[in-house]
């Protein structure tokens, strides 16, 4: 999930155009059974240079099934309603790139195409990867790319105050403590009220043995004490409630934060400014505990469109995970190729990958234990790290009531 | 008679379209348990109120509901008392008069996103400039987290949107102003009235109407304000500033639970209902008012 939610004015004009394109093109490449001529697409890589690479991936293959494809790229909280919307006229775009999260929300309506069933080949993909795809034991999603969370330091800092980069949650504090100096917050990670709070909260949650089901057990309260604790002793500043990830690399690029909580989508970002960083996996509870971290990342689903469009969407989605094109999306969007061989390659190639690289086997879905129900308990995830943080609660009383969204098992 | 007709058509065509159309989809998607897989499969199971059950029995309600009223009422108060002191004291005649009225129109004319990004900067914790000020004038000991923390989010929010609102409420008010004869004043000045009797007994009695209308139009834009709060809290930290507005858009396109959304807007209509139905009844008492006729 890598862009921030910052987007909603241009939302209602361009959400017009798009809702007439996607009517337009289907009532021209659907159609009673003839040749399948054209195909539609839906994506939410408008920034340069995921928009242009996209587009011609699309084209590209499109061409070599054989069909046009036409493409609408929309801003990403617009995405999902505008699929709702196409899947109440039963017209849902042939190929839609969908933030994992939402996946099951769109499966379970029961407008996409079970993959495995069709007939596409998943060897060399890495298990932890088709699992993000998965809803109800069967294939809907497949990524090109994933990508996770690792800890950034601020190399130049950390040398100047001694400070080596910290590998447990005691030496994290400790780190972040003294890397607080007048102006400088040790340490920054964004505990904004929707998702991308909550998902930069799971790894610490799954790190210390607690789960989405009980967010009152007493791991999951451990965890959100040690972000309250860093809150209150000044470490970290109380802003994070209002920071989005893209805010928070803004503080990091800024040298108003030492340290940071990020995704792998913002090294280009980064190699683009003046600094030295290092990135380390995210310290875990304890020396040699297990690190878990969400798995982020697209994937791309396609609808049950009838027999020939599907088989021919399901040609282009081969195509756009082919090798060289996982290799150049990796490259472009600083992901983890979804195959194996082609993420170990990377890894050695470029070190800066490696932290995340190493955290794809282990990565964990974050709807594998509530499905659909996802997105309700995030938001409740989300109020509960924020009212912890923002001072009108303990970390224990705002899981307890953030355990009444979980739905009874 | 047909021409009667098709003066009007055209108004009731665009009504039932844009008006009463969604209105009645809103009221009829509240009864229904609509979640994303009812769009593809058209299966929304009717519940009746339950979805209103769930929303009055939800913790956010309640807090949804105090923070609208407080969000609303401060935001009246202070638009219409600053804008009706600014409005008196463009009155007077001085220099610089029209170069600084049009001056004060800014915050009207920003877009709400610019306006609002602004004042994040402004309330920033660690760099904003009100912070930075407060603590180069000694008046407070360490920085105050203005959109950080649940006791100060709200009042930071209302006063972003006291700011957006000050402009729309001296305007109005100027003009309202401008219409009072001057002679009344004259009169009231020869029987020894001062300037304090003078506004009680002459400038308010005879704004009253305006005043109405004002407060009527702001109570409206107030509680369906939206961008303020979403580009500076996103009704956060931890619903310290969620409204009702605002917990209406986060149910249906955060939690895509439509049904919820749905129910929330509905309540919004009726609170703005009710008080439009005091207005109406009011505006037939100025009707009947001697203020009218001082035109």
């Not at chain 2, 998607?29 to 979805?51: C, D, H, I, K, Q």
């Amino acid at each position: 999930m890598p862009t921030g939610h910052r987007t909603h004015r241009l939302r209602g004009s361009s959400a017009l155009a798009a809702a007439g394109l996607l009517t337009l093109t289907t009532a021209c490449g659907g159609g009673g059974g003839g040749e399948v001529t054209s195909l539609t697409a839906m994506d939410y890589n408008l920034a340069e240079p995921q928009n242009g690479t996209t587009k011609k991936m699309l084209q590209e293959c499109g061409e070599q099934a054989g069909v046009e494809i036409e493409r609408e790229a929309l801003p990403r909280d617009q995405l999902m309603p505008q699929l709702l919307q196409g899947a109440s006229q039963q017209e849902l775009p042939d190929l839609m790139l969908i933030d994992n999260p939402d996946l099951p929300q769109v499966a379970a309506t029961g407008a996409l195409l079970p993959l495995d069933e069709a007939g596409f080949g998943t060897e060399g993909f890495y298990p932890s990867v088709l699992r993000v795809g998965t809803h109800d034991d069967t294939l809907y999603g497949i990524a090109p790319g994933v990508n996770g969370l690792a800890l950034f330091t601020n190399t130049a800092v950390l040398d100047d105050a001694g400070v080596e980069p910290p590998r447990t949650w005691g030496e994290l504090r400790d780190a972040a403590a003294e890397l607080t100096r007048g102006d400088t917050k040790g340490f920054a990670f964004s505990a904004i009220g929707h998702e991308e709070g909550t998902w930069t909260f799971e790894p610490f949650l799954w790190s210390n043995g607690a789960t989405l089901t009980e967010l009152d057990s007493p791991e999951a309260v451990e965890a959100l004490e040690l972000w309250s604790d860093l809150v209150e002793e000044g470490s970290v500043s109380q802003s994070v409630v209002n920071w989005s990830q893209a805010d928070v690399n803004d503080q990091f690029l800024g040298e108003r934060a030492a340290m940071m909580i990020n995704g792998s989508w913002q090294l280009p970002v980064l190699d683009e400014q003046d600094i030295d960083y290092d990135v380390v996996p995210l310290p875990v509870p304890e020396a040699g505990a297990d690190p878990a971290t969400p798995m982020g990342g697209e994937v791309w689903a396609i609808a049950r469109n009838g027999g020939e469009r599907e088989q021919k969407a399901v040609e282009v989605l081969q195509c756009l995970l082919s090798d060289d094109n996982m290799r150049q999306w990796a490259e472009l969007n600083a992901y983890v190729p979804a195959k194996e061989d082609l993420a170990r390659a990377l890894a050695e190639e470029n070190p800066q990958m490696a932290p995340f690289v190493e955290s794809v086997p282990t990565a964990r879905a974050r709807t594998a234990e509530l499905g659909e129900h996802y997105p309700d308990v995030s938001s409740a995830i989300a109020d509960a790290i924020q009212q912890a943080l923002a001072g009108s609660g303990t970390a224990k009383e705002a899981l307890a009531q953030a355990q009444q969204s979980v739905p009874d098992a | 008679m047909a021409a009667r007709i098709g003066f009007l058509a055209p108004i009731v065509v665009y009504l039932a379209a844009f008006f009463g159309y969604p209105l009645v989809a809103n009221i009829t998607m509240a009864m229904r348990e609509y979640t994303a897989a009812s769009f593809y499969t058209g299966e929304a199971p009717f519940v009746g109120l339950a979805n209103y059950a769930a929303v009055l029995s939800d913790p956010v309600f309640g807090t949804a509901m105090a923070n609208t009223a407080v969000f609303t009422a401060a935001s009246l108060a202070f638009q219409f008392g600053i804008g009706l002191a600014l409005a008196v004291f463009f009155q007077r005649h001085f220099p610089l008069n029209g170069v600084l009225r049009s001056l004060l129109l800014i915050p009207w004319l920003l877009p709400l996103v610019v306006s609002g990004t602004v004042w994040r900067w402004i309330f920033d914790q660690e760099y904003g400039v009100l912070n930075q000020t407060l603590l180069g004038l000694g008046v407070i000991d360490s920085a105050v987290p203005w959109l950080s923390s649940t006791a100060m989010a709200l009042p930071s929010v209302t006063v972003a949107n006291i700011w957006v609102g000050i402009p729309f409420n001296m305007v109005i008010l100027y003009g309202g102003l401008q219409s009072i004869p001057a002679h009344l004043y004259e009169a009231a000045a020869l029987d020894g009235a001062g300037p304090w009797q003078r506004f009680r007994h002459v400038t308010w009695p005879l704004l009253r109407p305006v005043s109405a209308v004002v407060l009527m139009l702001g109570l409206v834009y107030t509680l369906k304000v939206f961008d303020v709060i979403m580009v500076l809290t996103q009704g956060g930290p931890a619903n310290a500033t969620q409204t009702l507005t605002t917990w209406s858009y986060s149910l249906s396109f955060g939690e895509l639970d439509f049904g919820l959304g749905a129910a929330v807007g509905n309540l919004l209509i009726i609170i703005a209902l009710v008080f439009a139905l005091f207005y109406l009844r009011g505006l037939r008492t100025f009707g009947a008012s001697p203020a009218r006729k001082g035109r």
